[in-house]
C-alpha cells in the first residue's frame, strides 16, 4: 500500500501501520481477496464478522478488526496530502461533519511529513489501484486513522464509513459526550455496481432546492451516487428554460392537488448540480416525453397537434398526453431543452423518460425516440429512457430503466445496459403495508425485508449482473408532499437498495442485516430523519 515511492515520506507511518497489520497484496484483484477474506490464514489478524457494535450500511466487502480502538480527541487533526484541491474539499467535508458534535477543533491541513499520532491521514498516492474508482481502504490503530484510495471519490465514501464506525452522536448539530472511539482494524472496500440511484419526483409535487441538498447529504451517508430529478411531468414543469420561459412561468405554476408548484431558476439547478458533485453524487435530470407532457403542452399551443393549450393539470391520471410527433416545432423545442440542460449539466446521463405514452401511436413512439436519441448525442449526453424506449432501435450508449421487466429484456437483446428499478421491489412510493397513510400501492406493499430481500441479477427473467449498470429506487410523488414525507418513505428502505448496490450479493443476509439496521434508528434520529419505524426491525 505504501509501496509507491511518491509516498515515502510517509514511510514513518507505513512502517507503523505495517506492525500491527499484514495486508493483503495490493495486487490482489477485488474477487480474489473476496474469497481470501473467507478464508482462513496464517496472519496474525483477527477476522471477525462485522461485530456487535459495528453497523456499517452498506455492509463493506472485507472487514478485519483487531479488538483495539482509536479515540478522536481534543488534539486530533486531519491530514491530507499536499497539492491537491480536491483532496482538501473532501478533507474539509470529514472536519466539517465530525465538529458540530464532538466540538473539537479538527484543524485540517497537507501533510509535509508524516503526521503525528493521533492524526486522520486521507491519501490517493501508493493507494491500490485494484481498488478502482470509488473504493477505498481505511486503517485504524490505536495511533492513527488512514483512508487511502486511489481516487477522491473512494475517500468520500470511506469517510461515511469512518462516520459510522464512529457513536451515532457524532451525527448530532450540538456537542455531545464522547468518548468518540472507533474499533481498530482494516476495511477494504469497492461497490458492486457503479450505479447506486435514487429518483425524486419534482414535478407532481415540487421540493425546492434546501430540501433537495438534504436529500442529497442523506444518500451520501450510505454511498448513493446518483440523484435522477424527474423534471417535468403531467402537473409539472420544474426547470427555467430561457429560450421557452412559459415552460417554467406557466408549467410550473401548480402541482397535484392545485399547490402554488415552483421550479428552479438555472443558477439553483447549477448549484445543486454543484452540491451534489461535492458529494460524489451525479444529478440525472430527466425530461419526461412524449407522453407526461400537459405542463409543456399547456404552456405552449403550438406543441398541441390542434394548436390548443390544454389546461394546466392538477390530478394523478397518467398516459393522457403526447407531444405532437408531426410538428417540427416539437424536435426544435426538445433539442432547445436538451441543450440548456445539458450546458448546465456536467454529469454524462440525459434522462427523456419515454414511459407510459399511451396517447401516442407506437410507430410515431418509436421514431421519436430514434430523433430524440440523436439530439441527445448532439448535446454531449448518453440517453437514459424508461425501459419502454427498448422498443426502438437503441444507440449502445443508450441505457434502459427496468420497472416492469418486459422491454427490459428487449434492451438487453440489442445489447444495451439496464438500470434496474423494479416497481415491486424498489419504488419508494409503494406502501410499506395497508397502514401505510402516504403512497399508494399499485405494484404491492413493500416492508423494509421486501425491499432488501431481492437481487437486481436475479429479479427479472432474461437480464442478469453482466446486463446490469446498477440499482436505482425512485420516489414518485403524488401523495408525497413535504420532507418529512420524503424520509417516511425513503427511509429506511433505501438502506436496503445502497446495500443490494454496494455490497458483495453473496452473504447478504435479512437477520444479519436488520440487527445492523436497527443500529442506525439512533443515528437517523440524530440527523433528525423522520424515519417509518418499521415493526420487522429491532430498533435501538
Ligand atoms: C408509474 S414507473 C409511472 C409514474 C407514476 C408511478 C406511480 C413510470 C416510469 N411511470 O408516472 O408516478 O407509476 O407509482
Known sequence: MFANPSSQKYSALAALFAATFI???????????????????????????????????????????????????????????????????????????????????????????????????????????????????????????????????????????????????????????????????????????????????????????????????????????????????????????????????????????????????????????????????????????????????ASYPELNCDGVAPPLYTGTEVGFSSLCLEKEVTYRFVDDVVSEIAALTPGPYFHIGGDEAMATPLPQYIAFVERVQHIVQSHGKQMIGWEEIAQASLLSTSIAQVWHGGMGREAVRQGNRVIMSPAFKAYLDMKYTPDTPLGLHWAGYIEVRDAYEWDPATV?????????????????????????????????????????GWSPASGRDWEEYRSRLGRHGSRLEALGVNFYRSPQVPWE
Open 23 to 297: 495486508l493483503t497484496s495490493c495486487r490482489t484483484p477485488p474477487e480474489a481477496l473476496m474469497s481470501a477474506h473467507t478464508r482462513e490464514t496464517a496472519t496474525p489478524i483477527r477476522k471477525t464478522a462485522i461485530t456487535p457494535t459495528i453497523a456499517v450500511i452498506p455492509r463493506p466487502a472485507s472487514v478485519a478488526f483487531t479488538g483495539e480502538t482509536f479515540t478522536l480527541t481534543a488534539d486530533t487533526q486531519i491530514f491530507v496530502e499536499p497539492d491537491s484541491p480536491e483532496l482538501l474539499a473532501v478533507g474539509q467535508y470529514l472536519a466539517e461533519r465530525l465538529r458540530p458534535a464532538t466540538a473539537y477543533p479538527l484543524p485540517m491541513q497537507a501533510a509535509t511529513g508524516a503526521p503525528p499520532p493521533g492524526s486522520i491521514y486521507l491519501t490517493t498516492s501508493g493507494s491500490d489501484p485494484t481498488l478502482g474508482e470509488e473504493g477505498y481502504e481505511l486503517t485504524v490503530t490505536p495511533q492513527a486513522v488512514i483512508l487511502s484510495a486511489p481516487y477522491p471519490a473512494g475517500l468520500f465514501w470511506g469517510i461515511q464509513t469512518l462516520r459510522q464506525l464512529l457513536p451515532p452522536a457524532v451525527e448530532s448539530l450540538t456537542p455531545q459526550a464522547g468518548p468518540w472511539t472507533l474499533p481498530a482494524g482494516t476495511i477494504r472496500d469497492w461497490p458492486r455496481f457503479p450505479w447506486r440511484g435514487m429518483m425524486l419526483d419534482v414535478s407532481r409535487h415540487f421540493f425546492g432546492p434546501a430540501e433537495v441538498r438534504r436529500l442529497i447529504d442523506l444518500l451520501a451517508l450510505y454511498k448513493i451516487n446518483r440523484l435522477h430529478l424527474h423534471l417535468s411531468d403531467d402537473q409539472g414543469w420544474r426547470i427555467e428554460i430561457r429560450s421557452w420561459p412559459n415552460l417554467a412561468f406557466h408549467g410550473g405554476s401548480t402541482q397535484v392537488g392545485g399547490g402554488p408548484g415552483g421550479y428552479y431558476t438555472q443558477e439553483e439547478y447549477a448549484d445543486l448540480i454543484a452540491y451534489a458533485r461535492s458529494r460524489y453524487i451525479i444529478i440525472v435530470p430527466e425530461i419526461d416525453m412524449p407522453g407526461h407532457t400537459n405542463a409543456a403542452l
Open 460 to 500: 427479472a427473467e432474461g437480464i442478469g449482473e453482466e446486463h446490469i449498470l446498477g440499482v436505482e429506487a425512485p420516489l414518485w410523488t403524488e401523495t408525497i408532499q413535504t420532507m418529512a414525507d420524503i424520509e417516511w418513505m425513503t427511509f429506511p428502505r433505501l438502506m436496503g437498495y445502497a446495500e443490494i
